[in-house]
């Protein structure tokens, strides 16, 4: 099975800045699409982000300018860098392989944004 592993998530005060990463073993991540997405509380799970095998990249309305979506090819890494974070922007936040049709999940990392 393709392993993700999320990392980066931690407690922030609102306006502050988390980068996350996706790690990928045993595959490597720049063959495919890959996604962020997140789930709050009592909510279900969205698309944050999306980056393409040829490196384009889309975003939710909702956090449009604030964060940004990337790959290290040589780390076989995605990043999501969130920045000027919100409260609402709590949630756990999940890669995933592919944007629509996901093919493979990691397990999550935590994001609080709170005083």
């Known amino acids: 099975q393709l392993q993700l592993v999320e990392s980066g998530g931690a407690l922030v005060q609102p306006g502050g800045s988390l980068r996350l990463s996706c790690a990928a073993s045993?595959?490597?991540?720049?063959?495919?699409?890959v996604g962020w997405f997140r789930q709050a509380p009592g909510k279900e799970r969205e698309r944050v982000s999306c980056?393409?095998?040829?490196?384009?990249?889309n975003y939710a309305d909702s956090v449009k300018g604030r964060f940004t979506i990337s790959r290290d090819n040589a780390k076989n890494t995605v990043y999501l860098q969130m920045n000027s974070l919100k409260p609402e922007d709590t949630g756990t936040y999940y890669c995933?392989?592919?944007?629509?049709?996901?093919?493979?999940w990691g397990k999550g990392t935590l994001v609080t944004v709170s005083e």
């Open positions: 980056i393409t095998r040829g490196d384009g990249t």
């Open positions: 045993r595959f490597t991540l720049n063959s495919f699409y």
């Open positions: 995933g392989l592919g944007c629509n049709n996901i093919s493979s």
